[in-house]
Structure formats: structure tokens, C-alpha cells
């Protein structure tokens, strides 16, 4: 009974304790149950990225480089097929070995796996290595055939940036490197595109319109696995190759200045006096641009590194010389718009028994006995110095230096569009205040007056201060870029109208001028200067006469110049020693400015050879030879440009 | 059959027994069965491979073997129950001269045919032999200090050869099956409060001596970003697959976690990652289901039993198995820490497998015999 009673007992407390556990248990299922809500509905979402962001990864690809041709379309950057290996890192089970095996098959120097094992620290763990960019086909091959011995490596063909005129244009169009950390900083085209491996512009062209020629980067998405496996291809966004770039360089005109540089240091430039375009400009010596796409070897770059002449320098636009007396047609258009002299007026120069003076200086002409009584269509002709330090004198350095300036002088002629472009100097009396702190002295103006002393210019600036001369005085945009906006029509129009607005002597003053907006007071001024040019090229004693060309249609007018080094001594003076007996270094630099055809002017260049000595001997003739071309290829550069303007 | 059934004063037909098979339990688990056979086949990718084909053919010899096994008489699990414990203790102690290791802990023996894991027997040991040990006990005597301290003692043995595997997570499934008897058998509140005082306390204690990695594993479960990449990638990778699983889930064999390997030991207590991963909410729901109707069907028959034998037994069974199937999902989760639980039928592993079908058909035996009174 007892017993009974017990087991009645025992089964109502099991039952009583299941009840609770029972209970606990539908409690604890409501927990998870809730856990399961909240993971699968209330936050699928966000484990739902979160899963794609697992399984998913994107692998760039490298944009191709848009095209650069010259104005005729001949192309001069375009992108070659190359060789290349890569290794794929997940692959590789023990890299060292690997390496080890490559440097068997493919010529692999110390300091390039020095660099290899560099990225490698780089890179993660599932990225592409390259570690060679351009094999040779007999390396490719061998790649090829033992390739089952090797594993992660991937036998690819490529591109790679490819100079087809390697030298001749280095200086306009420039070269590709690997993009460096400051590159992607700085611009934001190259960070948004970026792929290792990646090239860019490092100069010229390739840097300044590097944005329009990188292109966009494709993207491929795989799905991996945890390890990073690549499992299958989800969606491959193609790349797009960059915008095709048409320059104003003619390729032929190029290449003919780069060589009549040849073994010499120093710029040609070209120029359309009404579009701006530039035709050329050449600069010596120059370098092979294709040995820097894969990285350019110790041994080369020591070789450009230490040439004497400075293949590095773009000497037309980077190169500040005196412009010696290419500067004399401007500053007897200063006297003549500020009405400082007349055509009239006279100077005697008698010769070195006789020289100048001021302030007990003593200032000679480069001809020893005199050119007697001097114009000014004569003292441009035949370059007399007694002549232009009297009218500088008059003018004064403030009225040349606006003058100066308002025609090219003084400012970057292509703006920023190149990283090295120098700005020269042009002095005046607030600038040396400014700049050295001194006051001016009068004997500075009148070496002024012949494009010594403190006056700096680039090839580039001369060029375009002939030009701006040469088209009757208004203000060009040069470019380098082909741009349909510039429309030689419309500026022609442009100018017409110009030349009968009506101006006051205020057009004197300092001011801004917009492009294709007159700079002269007076037309006739201007006509004076450039006969006076035409005398100095196609009259006896001109100093440029033996460069002359005979036939009409090549005539052309120029200014020598040479420029100084150092100053010339009494010493210097009496010894008058031939080009040959003085020290390369000190040697005068050789320039030349000129306009072409004369009756209709279209074309203006400059020449400059470094320690070349006299403008006339060795910088005008080549002017001779350049002109020829220029004129032969005028009526086919029209024949583009009309083509071009009917696309457009 | 070496248990022989002619000491009993009840006696059965074979239709009385075949009358008396509870056939809606069998037929859960083998719809069970059948999903973990699809998961694992899952976790293959599609292949039926290796894990899918071991997998299928335990499940189909132990659920045999269950049915074979459910006919043996209850008094005679009764009559054999510590037997049956202390073989458990020998083997887990076989184990720990002889067993093998595999990543760190020492917890198998090589029957060749398969690696058989005693701790998981002595999860349904435990049962068996608490059953029969409280069987007698008059409610009156329980709480006093001997029927106390017998059953800890007889609890602490297997749970501390297990921990020293190391194999924390079956230590406290064991200790969990072997309390959920002693509650049942109805110890007095007191000493439960108590006792979980004391723990309580000691956990500072406990901590210290913790594995360094059982210790990294708790504290991850409390911050899974602790260490994304190495403790907590787990939890952090089921959370993923889960939660991205949805509503409906991504399909079979469309789980994308696991089928590119994100997910860890995704066919043992992985699992029902995989299965949560694919079949989403509403499958998940319905597994769970599942095994809310087993553990329904176990306590039913628990009722219907006149022995507190058998009484005891299967609402044992009933919470353990609850447990092992909690503490797995739970941890899968993110809501416990990864402690090592395979989730009952659904995982791969035969020591599992074994034991869950055992226990099952002594759970059966108990329906069949159901009007055994056992002993006196």
C-alpha cells in the first residue's frame, strides 16, 4: 500500500518534472526559432552581400592606350604585340623554385628578380605576377615547351606601348613607365584604371593627355572559392582602349630638323603663323623612348644620363637662351609704335676704333670696321648693334618689355600642357627690383636692345613671336593637339575684322590681349620690320643672304642672331679667333627666326644650335633646307586640313 | 539474440509486437535519415561520393539496426543497464591508452570498418543506467546524501576521462543526459540551485583551466570578430550562409558557402548550416518539426509505459536528444559557443549514428513491452 502510494508519488513527481523540461524545451525552440527569423528574414540582406562578397572577386583589366598619329595619320605611338610571362601566385606551391626554373628557361638578370621578389611582397595572394614583359619569340618558345614543368607560369601575348620613329619625336610625344605611386595620386584617371602593370605617361604627350589616352580598365568577376580558386566566370565588363589622338606634327617636317640636328645640341620649331598648330619641334640630341616602356636598363640610362649635349633637356621649350639680335625686329617695332623714331632716323657706326658709350662703357658692333650710317631697315639687315643700343636707349627697357611680352616673350607658349616648359625672362625695371632686388641700369637696356644681358627665351617662344610678327601682328593659340575648334577660316575672318577696328594710343598700354585680337598701333610699323627681315634675307649684306632661296615661291625673310655665352673681352676682341680655336663651351649659340612664303606669309620657325656659333653660318642654312619642305607640303597639309573640317 | 526473454511473466505474441511498433516514430526518422543523405551528398557537391555513400550505408545499417534491436525485451536493457555502463567506461579508458587522435584529441577506437567514438555510447549509457538506478529509489530516499552522491560520482567518471580527450562539447551533453534524469527522478530544486551557484562561482576557476583553445572559442562566440580569419571564421561563415539562405533558401545543391568550402566541417556539425543554407526558413522550420515530433513520439511513449524504468528512460532520452539537437543549432547560430555537437541523425559520423539508434530502439523496446512491470 505504502509502496503504492510511493510509485503514485514518484509518477506524478516525473510527470510534474517533465512538464517543466517540456516547457524549457518549447522555450528554447522559440529562441532559435526567433535566431533563425532574424538571420533569414529580418537580416537576409545583409548576409546576402556578405555571401556575393565571399564568392565573389573581380580581377581588373589593363585598358589599352589610345593611338597618336601625326597630321597626315602616320602613326607615331601605337601599341605592339610583346611576350610576356606571368605567374599566377595561387598556383605556385614553392615560388623560390619556381623563380629558380624561369631563370633556366628565360633570361632573367640579378636585379630583375631582385624586383620580382619586390612585388611579390606586394602583391596578395591570388594576383598575377609578370615577371617578364618582353621575351623574344625564341624565349617565348622555349617558355612554351616546358611549360608543364612550371607551374602558376602563363605564356601571354600583350601589348606594350611602341615608338615606330623611336628617336625623332621623343621630345613632342614622350614615353610610358610604370605607374608609380605618385602618378595614381596625382591623377584621378590613372587611379580609377588602375591595373598592375599599368603604363603611363611620363612626359611629353603620353603625360599631358595621359587621362584621354589610358582608356577605361575592364573588369572580370569570378566566383572563388575560400582559397581564392578561380570556379567560373560570372560577368566580364570588356576594357576600353583610349581616345585616339591626332597631333599638328608634321611627321615629315620632324624628321628632316631632327636631322639637320643630328650630332649637334639644339631645337628646330615650326609653326602655322594663323592656326598655332606646331609642325614641328625638334630638339637634339634625342634618346630611344621605346627603351623606357619595360623599364630602361642601368647601362642606357647612365649613356643618356651623361651625354654633354643633354638628350634629357627639351631644349625647344625647356632650353633658355639671349636671344641676341633675333630680338631686333621687336624692339625697332617698339621705337617705331611708341613713335620713339622714324624711318628716318640715323646712327653712325664706325667700327671698333669707335664704339659706343655711356656712363664710360664702351659697347662694340660684332663688325669690326663699322657699318657707317645706319636706317633701321639697314640696322636690321645687316644686324648693326651701335644702331639698336641708341634706340633701346631712347625706348627705354619698360616699353620693350611690353612690347616683349605682348608678342610671345615672357610666358609658357603651350601653357601647362608640358611639365618642363620654361617661362624665360623678360627684364624690366620692376622685375629686377622684384626678383633681385637692385635698380636697373641704363648700360643693362642697352644690351637689351641686342638680346643679351638678363632677356631669356625659349626656341618655342621665338618661333611664335615670329609668327605672331609675321601674320601683321595678332595674337595666335598654339597647339600641339589637332583641335577642329581651330578653324583657319574663321580666324582669318577674324582678323580681317580686326584690322579695321579703329585703336587709340591706349593699345600701348599694359594689357590682355585674347587670341586672334590685333597688337599693333600702326600696320605700317609692322610692314617695315618684316621688309626689313626681307632685306636681311634676299639683299647683299642681309646676313642670312647666302641662305636665301631664289625662287619666289620658297622666299622667305629671317633674323640672325648669337647669342653670347660670355662676355666678350677687349682680349676676346683682338684675337678674333675662328669658331674651331675656341672652347666648345664657350662658343656662341647659333640662332635663327624666319617667315615663309615672304609675299604670303603661312609658316614661321626658329633655329637654334648650341655653341654653334654665328647665327649666319650655322643656323640659317639650315633654315633654307627646312623651308623647301615646309612649302613643298603645304598644298597636302591643306588637303588634310580641309578633309578633316568636312568630318568634323 | 543473447538476451533471452524467458524470465519475464508477461508474455507476447509476434503480432502483438509488431502491433505495438510505434510506426509514425520510424517513419520520422527515416524521413530524417533521408534529408541528412541529401545534405551530405550536398556537401559533395552533387557527387555521390566518399562521404555520401559511408554516410547512406551507416544510416541503413544502424536504422536496422534499430529495428532489430527494438524487439529485445525492456527488463532485459534493465537487467544489463550498468553492465552496459561500465563497458562504456572500459572502452572510453581503452580509448585513452589505445584510442587514435586525430587533430589534437584522442577520442576513437579503430574498429576498421569504422572509428567508433565510445563517449558518444556512454551518452545513452548514462541514460540507461541512471533509469535503472532511480528505477528503485523511493521518492522519499532521493534526496538523502547516498542516493545523492552515487549518481555524481557515477557521473563525474565518464565525464572526466571524456574532457581529458579533450572533447568538452560530449563531456556536457554526457552530464546533460545524466541531470536531466536526476531532475526527473525528482532531487529537490535546492541542490540544482545550488549546484548552479557553485559553478557560477567557480567559473573564474574553470576559465583558467580551460584548453587556450576551448578559451579562444568562448571568447569568440561572445565576438566573432575577434579573429574573423581564424576562431571566429566559423561562426562567422554559418552566420553568413545562413542568413543568406533566406526565406526559401538557395536551392539543393545551390548553397554557395558550402559548395565553395567557405563553410568548415559543413557535413558533421555543420550541418544543418547547409541545410538552413538551401532549404532557407521554411526548411529549416520543418526540420526542427521533425524533431519536435520524435522527441513528441518518445515522451508519448514514455507515458504509455508502467515502469518507471522504462518512464525514466525515455524522457531521458527525450531531453538528451533535445539537447544534443539544441546545443547544435544553437551553436550553428552564433546563440552558443562552437563546442562540437554533432546534430543527431542529420550528421555525418557513425559513433553518432550508433548511439542515436540504440537509444532509439531501447526507447521502441519500451512501446513493444510496454506492459512490463521490471523487477519488484
Known amino acids: 500500500m505504502i509502496k503504492k502510494i510511493g510509485s503514485l508519488n514518484k509518477n506524478k513527481i516525473i510527470s510534474r518534472r517533465l512538464f517543466v523540461l517540456v516547457a524549457a524545451k518549447i522555450g528554447l525552440l522559440g529562441i532559435v526559432t526567433s535566431r533563425l527569423y532574424n538571420l533569414q528574414i529580418s537580416e537576409k540582406q545583409k548576409y546576402e552581400v556578405l555571401s556575393d562578397k565571399n564568392r565573389i572577386r573581380e580581377w581588373k583589366t589593363p585598358p589599352q592606350r589610345g593611338i597618336i598619329t601625326d597630321y597626315f595619320n602616320n602613326v607615331i605611338a601605337d601599341n605592339q604585340r610583346v611576350y610576356q610571362v606571368h605567374l599566377s601566385l595561387e598556383e605556385v606551391s614553392n615560388f623560390n623554385n619556381s623563380i629558380f626554373k624561369l631563370k633556366n628557361i628565360i633570361s632573367l638578370k640579378e636585379d630583375e628578380i631582385k624586383k620580382i621578389y619586390?612585388?611579390?611582397?606586394?602583391?596578395?595572394?591570388?594576383?598575377?605576377?609578370?615577371?617578364?614583359?618582353?621575351?623574344?619569340?625564341?624565349?617565348?618558345?622555349?617558355?612554351?615547351?616546358?611549360?608543364?614543368?612550371?607551374?602558376?607560369?602563363?605564356?601571354?601575348?600583350?601589348?606594350?606601348?611602341?615608338?615606330?620613329?623611336?628617336?625623332?619625336?621623343?621630345?613632342?610625344?614622350?614615353?610610358v613607365g610604370d605607374a608609380t605611386t605618385k602618378d595614381i595620386q596625382n591623377k584621378k584617371k590613372i587611379e580609377e584604371n588602375f591595373v598592375p602593370g599599368l603604363k603611363v605617361g611620363k612626359i611629353g604627350i603620353e603625360n599631358s593627355k595621359d587621362s584621354d589616352l589610358i582608356g577605361n580598365h575592364g573588369t572580370k568577376r569570378y566566383e572563388v572559392n575560400a582559397s581564392g580558386k578561380k570556379i567560373s566566370e560570372i560577368s566580364y565588363n570588356k576594357e576600353t582602349q583610349g581616345e585616339n589622338l591626332r597631333t599638328t606634327i608634321d611627321l615629315e617636317i620632324q624628321q628632316l630638323a631632327q636631322e639637320l640636328l643630328k650630332n649637334q645640341a639644339g631645337s628646330i620649331c615650326v609653326m602655322d603663323i594663323y592656326t598655332g598648330e606646331v609642325i614641328a619641334m625638334a630638339s637634339s640630341p634625342t634618346y630611344d623612348p621605346n627603351k623606357f616602356t619595360h623599364g630602361i636598363s642601368t647601362k642606357d640610362w647612365n649613356e643618356i644620363k651623361n651625354n654633354k649635349l643633354r638628350p634629357l633637356i627639351n631644349k625647344s621649350l625647356a632650353g633658355l637662351y639671349s636671344p641676341g639680335s633675333t630680338i631686333k625686329p621687336l624692339v625697332a617695332l617698339a621705337a617705331l609704335e611708341y613713335g620713339i623714331i622714324d624711318t628716318k632716323f640715323k646712327v653712325n657706326c664706325k667700327g671698333h676704333d669707335h664704339p659706343y658709350e655711356l656712363?664710360?662703357?664702351?659697347?662694340?658692333?660684332?663688325?669690326?670696321?663699322?657699318?657707317?650710317?645706319?636706317?633701321?631697315?639697314?640696322?636690321?639687315?645687316?644686324?648693326?648693334?651701335?644702331?639698336?643700343?641708341?634706340?633701346?636707349?631712347?625706348?627705354?627697357?619698360?616699353?620693350?618689355?611690353?612690347?616683349?611680352?605682348?608678342?610671345?616673350?615672357?610666358?609658357?607658349?603651350?601653357?601647362?600642357?608640358?611639365?618642363?616648359?620654361?617661362?624665360?625672362?623678360?627684364?624690366?625695371?620692376k622685375w629686377k627690383k622684384q626678383v633681385l632686388e637692385q635698380s636697373w641700369y641704363l648700360g643693362e637696356t642697352v644690351i637689351t636692345g641686342i638680346g643679351q644681358g638678363y632677356i631669356q627665351t625659349t626656341p618655342l617662344q621665338l618661333c611664335l613671336m615670329t609668327a605672331q610678327l609675321a601674320n601683321g601682328g595678332y595674337k595666335i593659340k598654339p597647339n600641339l593637339i589637332y583641335d577642329k575648334e581651330i578653324d583657319l577660316e574663321m580666324i582669318k575672318s577674324k582678323i580681317e575684322s580686326e584690322k579695321n577696328k579703329s585703336v587709340s594710343q591706349n593699345i600701348l598700354k599694359d594689357h590682355q590681349f585674347k587670341h586672334y585680337e590685333r597688337l599693333y598701333r600702326n600696320p605700317n610699323n609692322l610692314k617695315l620690320v618684316l621688309d626689313a627681315m626681307y632685306g636681311s634675307t634676299n639683299e647683299q649684306f642681309g646676313t642670312s643672304f647666302r641662305s636665301r632661296h631664289k625662287e619666289d615661291k620658297y622666299k622667305f625673310a629671317g633674323k640672325t642672331g648669337t647669342s653670347q655665352v660670355k662676355r666678350i673681352t677687349d682680349q676676346d676682341r683682338e684675337l678674333d679667333l675662328d669658331l674651331e680655336e675656341i672652347e666648345y663651351k664657350s662658343r656662341d649659340h647659333a640662332l635663327y627666326i624666319a617667315f615663309a612664303p615672304f609675299d604670303k606669309p603661312r609658316y614661321s620657325l626658329s633655329v637654334l644650335i648650341e655653341h654653334g656659333g654665328s647665327g649666319s653660318k650655322a643656323a640659317a642654312p639650315l633654315a633654307n633646307k627646312l623651308i623647301k619642305k615646309i612649302i613643298d607640303r603645304h598644298e597636302l597639309r591643306e588637303k588634310i586640313r580641309k578633309d578633316l573640317k568636312n568630318i568634323a | 539474440m543473447i538476451l533471452s526473454t524467458s524470465l519475464n511473466s508477461t508474455s507476447y505474441s509476434f503480432i502483438d509486437k509488431l502491433k505495438a511498433v510505434d510506426y509514425f516514430l520510424i517513419i520520422i526518422v527515416a524521413i530524417i535519415g533521408s534529408l541528412s543523405v541529401f545534405s551530405i551528398y550536398s556537401t559533395e557537391s552533387g557527387n555521390f561520393s566518399f562521404y555520401t555513400k559511408n554516410h547512406l550505408i551507416r544510416f541503413m545499417v544502424f536504422f536496422s539496426?534499430?529495428?532489430?534491436?527494438?524487439?529485445?525485451?525492456?527488463?532485459?536493457?534493465?537487467?544489463?543497464?550498468?553492465?552496459?555502463?561500465?563497458?562504456?567506461?572500459?572502452?572510453?579508458?581503452?580509448?585513452?591508452?589505445?584510442?587514435?587522435?586525430?587533430?589534437?584529441?584522442?577520442?576513437?577506437?579503430?574498429?576498421?570498418?569504422m572509428n567508433l567514438q565510445p563517449s558518444e555510447l556512454m551518452k545513452i549509457a548514462v541514460i540507461v543506467c541512471f533509469a535503472r538506478y532511480y528505477h528503485r529509489i523511493q521518492s522519499s530516499d532521493i534526496q538523502s546524501y547516498k542516493y545523492l552522491l552515487?549518481?555524481?560520482?557515477?557521473?563525474?567518471?565518464?565525464?572526466?576521462?571524456?574532457?581529458?580527450?579533450?572533447?568538452?562539447?560530449?563531456?556536457?551533453?554526457?552530464?546533460?543526459?545524466?541531470?536531466?534524469?536526476?531532475?526527473?527522478?525528482?532531487?529537490?530544486?535546492?541542490?540544482?540551485?545550488?549546484?548552479?551557484?557553485?559553478?557560477?562561482?567557480?567559473?573564474?576557476?574553470?576559465?583558467?583551466?580551460?584548453?587556450?583553445?576551448?578559451?579562444?572559442?568562448?571568447?569568440?562566440?561572445?565576438?566573432?570578430?575577434?579573429?574573423?580569419?581564424?576562431?571566429?571564421?566559423?561562426?562567422?561563415?554559418?552566420?553568413?550562409?545562413?542568413?543568406?539562405?533566406?526565406?526559401?533558401?538557395?536551392?539543393?545543391?545551390?548553397?554557395?558557402?558550402?559548395?565553395?568550402?567557405?563553410?568548415?566541417?559543413?557535413?558533421?556539425?555543420?550541418?544543418?548550416?547547409?541545410?538552413?543554407?538551401?532549404?532557407?526558413?521554411?526548411?529549416?522550420?520543418?526540420?526542427?518539426?521533425?524533431?519536435?515530433?520524435?522527441?513528441?513520439?518518445?515522451?508519448?511513449?514514455?507515458?504509455?509505459?508502467?515502469?518507471?524504468?522504462?518512464?525514466?528512460y525515455c524522457f531521458g532520452f527525450a531531453s538528451a536528444l533535445f539537447l544534443y539537437i539544441f546545443v547544435n543549432i544553437a551553436m550553428v547560430l552564433g546563440l552558443l559557443p562552437i563546442v562540437g555537437a554533432p546534430l543527431p541523425i542529420m550528421s555525418y559520423g557513425g559513433s553518432s549514428m550508433l548511439s542515436i539508434m540504440l537509444g532509439l530502439s531501447i526507447v521502441m523496446s519500451c512501446k513493444i513491452y510496454s506492459r512490463d512491470p521490471i523487477g519488484s
Open chain 2, 150 to 312: 552515487q549518481p555524481i560520482i557515477l557521473l563525474l567518471i565518464p565525464c572526466y576521462l571524456v574532457i581529458t580527450q579533450p572533447d568538452l562539447g560530449t563531456a556536457i551533453l554526457i552530464a546533460g543526459s545524466g541531470l536531466v534524469i536526476i531532475w526527473l527522478a525528482g532531487l529537490n530544486l535546492k541542490y540544482f540551485v545550488y549546484s548552479g551557484l557553485i559553478l557560477l562561482v567557480s567559473l573564474p576557476f574553470v576559465i583558467s583551466i580551460l584548453k587556450p583553445y576551448q578559451k579562444s572559442r568562448i571568447l569568440t562566440f561572445f565576438n566573432p570578430e575577434r579573429d574573423p580569419l581564424g576562431a571566429g571564421y566559423q561562426i562567422i561563415q554559418s552566420k553568413i550562409a545562413i542568413g543568406s539562405g533566406g526565406f526559401l533558401g538557395k536551392g539543393f545543391l545551390q548553397g554557395t558557402q558550402s559548395y565553395l568550402e567557405f563553410l568548415p566541417e559543413k557535413h558533421t556539425d555543420f550541418i544543418f548550416t547547409l541545410f538552413s543554407e538551401e532549404f532557407g526558413f521554411v526548411g529549416s522550420i520543418i526540420l526542427i518539426f521533425l524533431y519536435a515530433l520524435l522527441i513528441y513520439r518518445i515522451i508519448r511513449i514514455g507515458f504509455l509505459s508502467r515502469s518507471f524504468f522504462a518512464k525514466l
Open chain 2, 65 to 113: 539496426m534499430f529495428l532489430i534491436l527494438s524487439f529485445i525485451r525492456v527488463s532485459a536493457w534493465y537487467r544489463q543497464a550498468y553492465i552496459f555502463y561500465i563497458l562504456g567506461i572500459l572502452l572510453l579508458l581503452f580509448v585513452m591508452f589505445f584510442g587514435i587522435s586525430a587533430s589534437g584529441s584522442k577520442r576513437w577506437i579503430n574498429l576498421f570498418i
Open chain 1, 359 to 429: 656712363y664710360g662703357e664702351r659697347y662694340h658692333c660684332w663688325k669690326k670696321n663699322g657699318h657707317g650710317l645706319m636706317s633701321m631697315r639697314n640696322a636690321i639687315k645687316q644686324s648693326c648693334d651701335i644702331y639698336f643700343y641708341e634706340v633701346a636707349r631712347l625706348l627705354g627697357v619698360d616699353k620693350l618689355s611690353l612690347i616683349a611680352k605682348r608678342y610671345g616673350l615672357g610666358s609658357k607658349v603651350l601653357e601647362d600642357f608640358f611639365l618642363e616648359e620654361k617661362k624665360g625672362i623678360v627684364p624690366s625695371t
Open chain 1, 118 to 175: 619586390e612585388k611579390r611582397e606586394k602583391s596578395k595572394p591570388w594576383d598575377t605576377l609578370i615577371i617578364s614583359e618582353n621575351l623574344s619569340w625564341k624565349e617565348f618558345s622555349k617558355l612554351n615547351l616546358y611549360l608543364h614543368e612550371l607551374e602558376g607560369a602563363k605564356p601571354v601575348l600583350s601589348t606594350s606601348r611602341h615608338y615606330p620613329y623611336s628617336n625623332d619625336l621623343v621630345h613632342v610625344v614622350g614615353y
